[in-house]
């Protein structure tokens, strides 16, 4: 075994992270489509990493909509990761390890309200020994702090990590402290490569 430890992004590896698709459930007309996309998501950063309130962003967002999306926003902001739907090769992929003896660690740029609920609609997320939001931190990838982070709060050696994310960033700032690491696609076969599974 090269690796203990897999860390695993959430968004686009646990989970199909799209913006669109998500947002299409809510709206079906492309203007007003375009006036919650610009309104909702200019600031989806920043909820990530947890340098504004998600609350108080959702309320200042509704307030300078026209009237006729504000229920629209609220159902939003409410529910909008019921349609961040599970990634079940990678999902399998866990299991996997599992059995195979290897511990699984999330380390995801997420905000508080999906931090909140996450566990409760993503099961596997209970098989995780452990799991780092960056909202709650106020940190998020690439900064190195999180990592430092999730290697201290776990006793973790970078050295016997494994990372997947689907951005290039992110797995570069994880090698710069010692942690390999996959741009990640999707490709079970080539992840097990990498880590020799």
Same mark, same amino acid.
């Given at each position: 075994?090269?690796?203990?430890?897999?860390?695993?992004?959430?968004?686009?590896?646990?989970?199909?992270?799209?913006?669109?698709?998500?947002?299409?459930?809510?709206?079906?007309?492309?203007?007003?489509?375009?006036? *919650? %996309? @610009?309104?909702?998501?200019?600031?989806?950063?920043?909820?990530? !990493? #947890?340098?504004?309130? +998600?609350?108080?962003?959702?309320?200042?967002?509704?307030?300078?909509?026209?009237?006729?999306?504000?229920?629209?926003?609220?159902?939003?902001?409410?529910?909008?990761?019921?349609?961040?739907?599970? *990634? %079940? @090769?990678?999902?399998?992929?866990?299991?996997?390890?599992?059995? !195979? #003896?290897?511990?699984? +660690?999330?380390?995801?740029?997420?905000?508080?309200?999906?931090?909140?609920?996450?566990?409760?609609?993503?099961?596997?997320?209970?098989?995780?020994?452990?799991?780092?939001?960056?909202?709650?931190?106020?940190?998020?990838?690439?900064?190195?702090?999180?990592?430092?982070?999730?290697?201290?709060?776990?006793?973790?050696?970078?050295?016997?990590?494994?990372?997947?994310?689907?951005?290039?960033?992110?797995?570069?700032?994880?090698?710069?402290?010692?942690?390999?690491?996959?741009?990640?696609?999707?490709?079970?076969?080539?992840?097990?490569?990498?880590?020799?599974?």
């Amino acid at each position: 075994m090269n690796y203990k430890n897999i860390i695993f992004d959430f968004g686009n590896v646990v989970g199909s992270f799209d913006a669109d698709y998500i947002l299409n459930h809510y709206v079906d007309n492309k203007k007003d489509f375009q006036i *919650l %996309s @610009d309104a909702i998501f200019h600031n989806w950063p920043a909820l990530d !990493a #947890g340098t504004v309130d +998600y609350d108080q962003v959702a309320e200042e967002t509704i307030a300078i909509l026209p009237a006729r999306l504000k229920t629209t926003a609220r159902n939003f902001y409410d529910n909008w990761f019921q349609y961040v739907n599970p *990634l %079940s @090769d990678t999902w399998d992929f866990i299991h996997e390890l599992k059995v !195979a #003896g290897y511990s699984i +660690y999330l380390l995801s740029n997420a905000s508080t309200r999906f931090a909140e609920v996450a566990k409760q609609y993503y099961s596997i997320l209970n098989e995780f020994d452990g799991i780092v939001f960056s909202a709650p931190l106020k940190l998020a990838k690439p900064d190195p702090a999180i990592y430092r982070y999730l290697f201290d709060t776990y006793q973790l050696k970078p050295e016997e990590c494994f990372f997947l994310d689907d951005l290039a960033e992110n797995i570069a700032a994880g090698q710069a402290l010692g942690m390999n690491g996959i741009i990640f696609t999707g490709d079970i076969p080539a992840v097990k490569k990498a880590i020799g599974f």
